[in-house]
């Protein structure tokens, strides 16, 4: 089953943990976007400290949207997060920083752009526990999906038949569909769950049924 993962992408870590206790009840994990402002055009939440000590029954997978993440993923291994996305467009060092998020015993994600070429991941994908394909530029919550990313995850999955690929952006009822029919298996939503039409759990679980169309 498509796994849908509620993206928190705001200022003032009140606001993600105010998030995180709506998702609760309803996921099993949640994505936390960090950025400081040096890979995308405005700064979010990017304080580790706020989670030293934090709990929630919810995994935690943290989207490292940051420039030379090898540099300042340190006080991120001491948080409570279980897995690290971090691009490949931002890092030289992307082996490096795959190693040591399996040391700290996180798992690591990479991530590409929507204008990266797919096949820039191909040479980590057998060392990465996740695949990720931005379907927007990176930034704020609220952006239209690129359709272009289908043929992305098609791609990704007919070289990577097992290895879990996530989309990141413009996901929303119809497009949940559309992605899981293209072979991903983790659709990161912001905007839908909650600023959406509905409550935020009816909304996943309208995502979750168009997904399994």
Same mark, same amino acid.
């Given at each position: 089953?498509?796994?849908?993962?509620?993206?928190?992408?705001?200022?003032?870590? =009140?606001?993600?943990?105010?998030?995180?206790?709506?998702?609760?009840?309803?996921?099993?994990?949640?994505?936390?976007?960090?950025?400081?402002?040096?890979?995308?055009?405005?700064?979010?939440?990017?304080?580790?400290?706020?989670?030293?000590?934090?709990?929630?029954?919810?995994?935690?997978?943290?989207?490292?949207?940051?420039?030379?993440?090898?540099?300042?993923?340190?006080?991120?291994? =001491?948080?409570?997060?279980?897995?690290? %996305?971090?691009?490949?467009?931002?890092?030289? =060092?992307?082996?490096? #920083?795959?190693?040591?998020?399996?040391?700290?015993?996180?798992?690591?994600?990479?991530?590409?752009?929507?204008?990266?070429?797919? =096949?820039?991941?191909?040479?980590?994908?057998?060392?990465?526990?996740?695949?990720?394909?931005?379907?927007?530029?990176?930034?704020?919550?609220?952006?239209?999906?690129?359709?272009?990313?289908?043929?992305?995850?098609?791609?990704?999955?007919?070289?990577?038949?097992? #290895?879990?690929?996530?989309?990141?952006?413009?996901?929303?009822?119809? %497009?949940?569909?559309?992605?899981?029919?293209?072979?991903?298996? %983790?659709?990161?939503?912001?905007?839908? #769950?909650?600023?959406?039409?509905?409550?935020?759990?009816?909304?996943?679980? #309208?995502?979750?049924?168009?997904?399994?169309?």
């Amino acid at each position: 089953m498509v796994e849908i993962i509620p993206s928190i992408n705001v200022a003032a870590f =009140e606001e993600v943990v105010r998030r995180i206790r709506i998702s609760e009840r309803h996921v099993r994990t949640v994505h936390l976007d960090v950025a400081d402002g040096t890979f995308t055009p405005q700064a979010v939440w990017h304080e580790a400290r706020d989670l030293f000590g934090f709990t929630t029954p919810l995994a935690m997978e943290l989207h490292f949207m940051v420039e030379h993440p090898e540099e300042k993923i340190g006080p991120w291994l =001491e948080t409570p997060v279980s897995r690290v %996305i971090f691009h490949l467009e931002a890092t030289r =060092e992307a082996r490096f #920083l795959i190693r040591v998020l399996r040391d700290a015993e996180k798992q690591a994600g990479i991530a590409i752009r929507p204008d990266t070429p797919w =096949e820039e991941m191909l040479p980590y994908a057998s060392d990465a526990d996740l695949l990720q394909t931005l379907a927007v530029s990176p930034g704020p919550s609220g952006q239209v999906f690129d359709p272009a990313t289908l043929e992305k995850i098609k791609a990704l999955r007919a070289r990577n038949p097992v #290895l879990p690929i996530e989309v990141d952006g413009g996901v929303q009822v119809g %497009i949940a569909r559309e992605c899981a029919h293209a072979g991903a298996t %983790i659709l990161v939503v912001g905007e839908s #769950l909650f600023s959406g039409p509905h409550p935020f759990e009816e909304m996943v679980r #309208l995502l979750r049924e168009d997904a399994a169309g």
